[in-house]
């Protein structure tokens, strides 16, 4: 449904030029009005999911961690039987509120679903198990959304990988059932791009 002469597809084009020129305020504003128009469209889901990623990326992006966490709450109740398709900016968002057992778990998430995905994918694959998850640590202090290398920021609440690295051995020493942390740990632990994580997505 169109008002004013503006519908979904005028706010998702606006929403991503604000994403690539790393607006956020203008992602903000664009969001609510593109979920608006998605509350009406007689398609919603698709268009929704959208926006309220839209929302959360442009939250995070702005520093509003509390309304970015909210979110992708939103997200998830619209996808319950795929929690991790949010696990990256989750444990991020987890990490700077205090949350440190949560933001371990997520990112322990985060490995062990993709490995899962890559075993299941392999067969058309063209990079080995170790580059596909050299590539998704890479892309940990990103925002998934496309955005002009240029204006490509970290959103990592960790200076540097080996800070990053740190925490998650500090959270898995503390825990009691360590076998099922221990292969992404080991993932973690072999990561073989720690000098340049959070600098590129190259």
């Known amino acids: 449904m169109r008002e004013h002469g503006i519908g979904t597809r005028a706010t998702d084009e606006k929403c991503g030029l604000a994403l690539m020129e790393w607006n956020p305020p203008e992602l903000i504003h664009w969001a609510h009005r593109h979920i608006h128009y998605a509350q009406k469209n007689g398609r919603p889901q698709f268009n929704l999911k959208k926006g309220y990623t839209y929302l959360a990326e442009g939250y995070e992006m702005n520093g509003n961690y509390v309304e970015a966490l909210e979110t ?61 998850l050299d590539e998704l640590i890479r892309s940990i202090p990103f925002i998934d959304g496309y955005v002009e290398p240029s204006k490509q920021r970290s959103m990592s609440p960790f200076k540097t990988y080996q800070e990053f690295l740190d925490f998650m051995e500090e959270e898995y020493a503390k825990q009691e059932s360590k076998a099922l942390f221990q292969e992404a740990m080991e993932t973690y632990r072999n990561f073989t791009g720690k000098e340049r994580w959070g600098n590129t997505l190259n």
Request: charged fraction near 25%.
């Open 72 to 132: 992708y709450r939103v997200l998830l109740e619209m996808q319950p039987n795929k929690p991790y398709y949010y696990s990256k900016p989750l444990g991020r968002l987890h990490y700077r509120l205090g949350n440190r057992e949560e933001s371990f778990n997520l990112f322990c998430q985060y490995i062990d679903e993709r490995v899962t995905t890559y075993e299941y994918y392999s067969h058309s694959s063209r990079k080995t198990l170790q580059e596909y």
